[in-house]
C-alpha cells in the first residue's frame, strides 16, 4: 500500500500523548508493509531531518518535513479553520501536499488528527470525484466536536469560554467535514466511536488505542520505604491538562497537606504557568521536564488521573501500569483500558472525593499491591505497537 500520511509535526522525541500516538501507528503501518511519505512541520527538537529514510519493517518512510513556523494562534480568528488547523496548514505544507498530490500515485491519504484538517481542501481540490480517488483515512486523537465543546463548557473565564466556544463551533465544522469525506474513520477508544456512529452510523469504522512501546517493568511491590506520595505524569502544554490539573489542586492540596500527603507534578508545562501554580500550593511540587519519568514514578505508591475534561486514551494509564503502579482515577477519564473498579483500579466521582480516596489508600500497602498486579494482569496482552499496523492496514484495504 502506497499511504500518504500527514501530521502535526515530526512525533520524535514523542514528549505527549500526540506524537506517542501518532509516532505509533506511522511505525507500526511502515512495519507491516505499507510503503509511506509523512508530511508535518519540523520540530525545534526533532530527531529528523527533511527527507530523512526509514525502513523499519517490511515497509518504508519518507519524511516531508516543512520549517517550523506556525502561524500566530490570533490569526486563525479571520480563518474558517480552528486554531490548530490553521496554525499547522503553512505555506509550506500546503505546497507540499499538492506537490505529493499532484506527483505521486496513492492508494490511500491520512489526515492524522484535528489538527491536519487544513488538508481537506487540497485534497478534494486534487480528487473531485469521489470514485476515483485514494481512500480517505481520518484517524481522530479524540472526537473533537464533543471534547472542545466540553472544554469551552468548563472555562471559567468569561474572555476564553467565548474564544473556546468560536473555535470549538469551527472545529466541529471542519471534523464533520472530513467525516463526511472519509472512506474509514479510527477512533481511539470505543466511547469515541460510539459518538461518531451517533451521526455516521454507515461509515466504516476501526477502534486503534494505542500501544505500549517502553521496557515493562518487573514487579514493584509498594512498601513502607516509599514516601506517603501520590504522583500525576503527564504534559500541561494543553488548556485541557492546564483546566484539570488546576481544578484538582485547588481541591487536594489543602486535603494532602492536612493528612501528611505529598503530591508530585511531573512533566513540562508553561513556565508562567508552573510558577503561577507553585505559589499556591503545599503539598505538591511541580517537577516541570524531567530526563526519567520512571524515577518519579518509582518513588511514589499512587498514581492518579483526576481528568475532568478532555476525552480520548489517557496515554499516562500505560505508563502507570507497566510501571507498576496503582491507579486512582476520576469516573470516566480512563477509557479504553481493561480495568475494573475496586479489582484493578478505583475510581471516584468527583475530585474531594479522589483526593480523600488517596489518604484512605495511601497506607494500605496490600490494597495497593493487589490493584497493581490486577491492573497489569488485564493489560499485558492487549496494548502492542505491532498489532496496530496490521489492524490499520486490513481497515484501509477494506474500506
Not at 508553561?270 to 518513588?299: E, I, N, P, Q, Y
Request: hydrophobic share 40%; net charge neutral.
Amino acid at each position: 500500500m502506497r499511504c500518504l500520511w500527514i501530521t502535526l509535526a515530526d512525533p520524535d522525541p514523542p514528549h505527549n500523548g500526540q506524537f506517542i500516538y501518532s509516532g505509533g501507528l506511522i511505525g507500526s503501518l511502515a512495519q507491516a508493509g505499507a510503503d509511506m511519505a509523512v508530511l508535518g512541520l519540523s520540530r525545534p527538537d526533532g530527531k529528523r531531518a527533511d527527507g530523512a529514510r526509514e525502513t523499519p519493517g517490511a515497509g518504508a518512510i519518507a519524511w516531508h518535513l516543512a520549517e517550523h513556523k506556525p502561524r500566530s494562534r490570533w490569526s486563525s480568528l479571520r480563518s474558517p479553520l480552528p486554531n490548530i488547523a490553521h496554525r499547522c496548514g503553512t505555506p509550506d505544507m500546503h505546497a507540499r501536499v499538492r506537490r505529493l498530490l499532484a506527483t505521486e500515485s496513492w492508494d490511500s491519504v491520512v489526515l492524522d488528527g484535528i489538527g491536519s484538517g487544513w488538508a481537506l481542501a487540497d485534497f478534494l481540490r486534487r480528487y473531485p470525484d469521489r470514485h476515483n480517488r485514494p481512500k480517505l483515512v481520518y484517524v481522530s486523537h479524540n472526537h473533537e466536536e464533543s471534547l472542545r465543546a466540553q472544554l469551552a463548557h468548563n472555562q471559567s473565564n468569561l474572555l476564553k469560554h467565548q474564544a473556546m466556544r468560536f473555535d470549538a463551533a469551527k472545529v466541529t465544522h471542519l471534523e464533520r467535514a472530513i467525516v463526511k469525506e472519509a472512506d474509514l474513520i479510527t477512533a481511539i477508544t470505543p466511547d469515541d466511536a460510539d459518538l461518531y456512529r451517533e451521526h455516521w452510523p454507515d461509515k466504516a469504522m476501526a477502534v486503534l488505542t494505542p500501544g505500549y512501546r517502553a521496557t515493562e517493568r518487573e514487579k514493584k511491590p509498594i512498601s513502607r520505604d516509599l514516601p506517603r506520595r501520590a504522583v500525576i505524569v503527564g504534559s500541561f502544554d494543553w488548556i485541557a491538562k492546564r483546566m484539570n490539573l488546576e481544578e484538582f489542586i485547588s481541591v487536594a492540596d489543602a486535603i494532602f497537606a492536612a493528612n501528611g500527603v505529598e503530591l508530585e507534578v511531573v512533566g513540562s508545562g508553561d513556565a508562567t504557568f508552573l510558577a503561577s501554580m507553585r505559589k499556591r500550593v503545599l503539598a505538591t511540587r511541580f517537577t516541570g521536564t524531567v530526563d526519567d519519568v520512571r524515577r518519579h514514578m518509582d518513588a511514589a505508591r499512587i498514581a492518579l488521573v483526576p481528568e475532568r475534561n478532555g476525552g480520548g486514551f489517557k496515554l499516562k494509564v500505560l505508563d502507570y501500569v507497566f510501571n507498576r503502579l496503582p491507579i486512582l482515577a476520576l469516573k470516566g477519564s480512563v477509557a479504553g483500558v481493561p480495568l475494573e473498579q475496586e479489582e484493578s483500579i478505583l475510581l471516584y466521582p468527583g475530585h474531594e472525593d479522589l483526593a480523600m480516596g488517596v489518604v484512605q489508600s495511601i497506607d494500605d500497602l496490600d490494597r495497593l499491591n493487589n490493584l497493581q498486579d490486577a491492573a497489569y494482569r488485564a493489560c499485558r496482552d492487549s496494548f502492542h505497537w505491532t498489532s496496530r499496523g496490521p489492524q490499520l492496514l486490513t481497515a484501509i484495504s477494506a474500506a
